[in-house]
């Protein structure tokens, strides 16, 4: 069955310091996977997925995320952060167990920027 | 247009309301999605439509009703809740799901209270 750790429930860094986000997935064949953004109150915004082409994915404002499969790993990282950056942040692999397909979120990682 | 609309924004329910969410995406996605969320935990899925057809029921309690007149539209009916029902409650869509990879585009939510 898949399934999704991620490794921090909080993490601080200061505006203009690199974010690394933690997330380790299960699966027991090639997995999707996903990082998506919730501000507060706000829906989530899906920054970038996996699709196998490349270990090196690039997303939106400026975040990436690296496929290791050895590791496991799909951790998200940005080199500067932002004020505007400060949000929950999701890891997701999708899972397809006896026919029906849905998402598995991780618990979340709420990332405080300060100033 | 790759947005999801979710009407009302806020809802203030009594136990013995009837009320409903809507939700709306133009994308031409044949895969719905509704979705609770409590504070500061990740969203847990409720029911997911595809092609118009429910697919997938995660023994949500009777008093949500899901309906799907179209496959642009998803309504969620709400009948005799309960305190513990308020949530923040997500739509989102996908382009099929189970396509390897599918995406999902989230709405901004409905903000529900019942008092």
């Known amino acids: 069955a898949q399934s999704v750790t991620q490794l921090d429930s909080h993490v601080s860094v200061s505006e203009g310091t690199p974010v690394l986000l933690r997330c380790n997935y299960s699966?027991?064949?090639?997995?999707?996977l996903f990082w998506y953004v919730q501000h507060p109150n706000k829906g989530l915004q899906l920054l970038l997925k996996?699709?196998?082409?490349?270990?090196l994915v690039k997303g939106i404002n400026g975040f990436e995320a690296e496929f290791k499969k050895s590791e496991t790993s799909f951790h998200l990282t940005k080199p500067s952060a932002h004020m505007s950056d400060a949000a929950e942040y999701f890891c997701?692999?999708?899972?397809?167990?006896?026919?029906?397909?849905?998402?598995?979120f991780g618990t979340g990682t709420r990332l405080k920027v300060l100033a | 247009d790759t947005e999801v609309t979710q009407t009302p924004k806020h809802l203030v329910m009594g136990m013995t309301n009837k009320k409903s969410l809507k939700c709306e995406q133009h994308?031409?996605?044949?895969?719905m999605y509704w979705y609770k969320q409590k504070a500061k935990k990740p969203p847990e899925l409720m029911f997911v439509?595809?092609?118009?057809?429910?697919?997938i029921n995660e023994s949500v309690p009777s008093r949500f009703s899901p309906e799907c007149p179209n496959s642009s539209l998803l309504n969620l009916h709400l009948h005799a809740l309960q305190p513990e029902d308020s949530a923040l409650y997500l739509c989102?869509?996908?382009?099929?799901?189970?396509?390897?990879?599918?995406?999902?585009?989230f709405g901004p939510g409905t903000r529900l209270t019942v008092t």
């Open positions: 989102a869509s996908s382009q099929e799901a189970g396509a390897t990879y599918d995406e999902q585009y």
């Open positions: 699966s027991s064949y090639s997995p999707s």
């Open positions: 996996y699709t196998s082409a490349a270990t």
């Open positions: 997701v692999v999708s899972s397809t167990t006896s026919g029906t397909y849905k998402y598995i």
């Open positions: 994308m031409g996605h044949r895969a």
């Open positions: 439509y595809s092609y118009e057809k429910l697919s």
